[in-house]
């Protein structure tokens, strides 16, 4: 919905937030990106002209051959998606508020939660959260409120913005206290956890898998936190459960995971998915909704929302969490993606991903001075230890050969100094991978 504003509208509006215009209001942002200069003709152009100079300006874009990863990944989308993602019905980037007025939206919600919830195997799944780090976060939270206890630790390997936006959703309120578990090779340290493990502790929370691409033994983790009563939060590649055990299989009472690899585009970040997904005695700690099937009085199928966490709907000060609203089409497109692939299919796809990273890690680490820095079972990503900067490696790289070999880690863990995070997907082929190794091998 598109609300005009007239000037009276807006000088009313930047009076109460305490500014005198909107140049005040954006005069930290440097100019040169506020007022880009165009060269454009004085009487205009038409539309011929104008898409004309968007190509031209397009073409300057340089065409990277990427390898990183870090929770966003580059996956194959098959054109039946597209197509039907497209439809009039369900073409729409926000959520449906009025959902009860179409069944077909509340089946399409439906059939989400319970793909989702099979495929972590898990009793309940949500209508979806905004992204995986914003699952993450909101699954700690119902387990402090849960437990009532104020004490989180989280593994090393946990996606580093996802510990940020957790901090963010409490405000950074010092009630709290977040420790980070010490690392074995990369995976967490079940002794390091035992220690750290006690009356007080909230949830473990672990992700696998995990920032840098390795396995982790979600078991064991959980079997030590139920000990001491602590919940277990477990955050986990979809596609990675072609092939890994599931989250619901290891004890997790929470788990969430990123959905952009089901199907979704990279696009600059977003919109991407949150998975959110829980243990049957939690259902009521979910924030967002559950879409419920039903029969109605004549015996036939029907689609109902049953459970709303909304605060739209209960008292604000009630509500477990601020969730007002999700990007249900991205959460339709991992759907339709998981529904086009079956179970076979992603077992396939799980598989593809785990050769190409493996494929490529064998062919960077035959490079003289390169080695694995992890040792551990590693999915989609891996953590080369470089004989030089690996940011000016990338650097070059991205300049000279249009390709850019991954992301350095030295910005997120200082510690493992010059690392490289790669990633290799289905759609990576062993002609890329050459590139790769020929560029890194003439650049070192």
Known sequence: M?????????????????VNSFSDLVKQVPEKFLYPKFKLPADGMDEMQAAAAMRTLASKNKMLKSFVGAGAYARYIPAALKALLSRGEFLTAYTPYQAEASQGILQTIYEYQSSMAALYEMDYGNASMYDGASAFAEAVRAAVRITGRKKVLYSYGVNPQYIATLKTYFGGGEDYKFIQIPHKDGCLDLAGLEGLLDQETACVAAQSPNFFGLAEDFGKVSELAK???????????????GLFRTPGAQGADFAVGEGQGLGLPLSYGGPYLGIFTCKKEYVR????????????????????????????????????????????????????????????????LAQANYDAA????????????????????????FTLALPCDARKLRSRLIEKENIDPGLPLKDFYPELGDTLLVCATETTTEEDVSRLEKAVRESI
Do not use: W
């Open 2 to 18: 598109f609300i005009g504003n007239t000037k009276k509208d807006r000088e009313e509006m930047l009076k109460i937030i305490g």
């Open 227 to 241: 000990a001491q009563g602590a919940l277990f939060v477990a955050a986990a590649d979809p596609v990675s459960l």
């Open 285 to 348: 700690q979910m924030p967002g909704r559950i879409s419920g099937l039903t029969k109605d009085k004549d015996g036939k199928r029907g689609f109902v929302l049953t459970l709303q966490a909304r605060e739209q709907h209960i008292r604000r000060d009630k509500a477990a969490s601020n969730i007002c609203s999700n990007e249900a089409l991205c959460a339709l497109g991992a759907t339709i993606y998981l529904a086009l692939l079956g179970p076979e299919g992603l077992k396939e």
């Open 358 to 381: 493996h494929a490529a890690a064998e062919r960077l680490c035959a490079i003289k001075g390169i080695s694995l820095k992890f040792k551990g079972t590693f999915f989609n990503e």
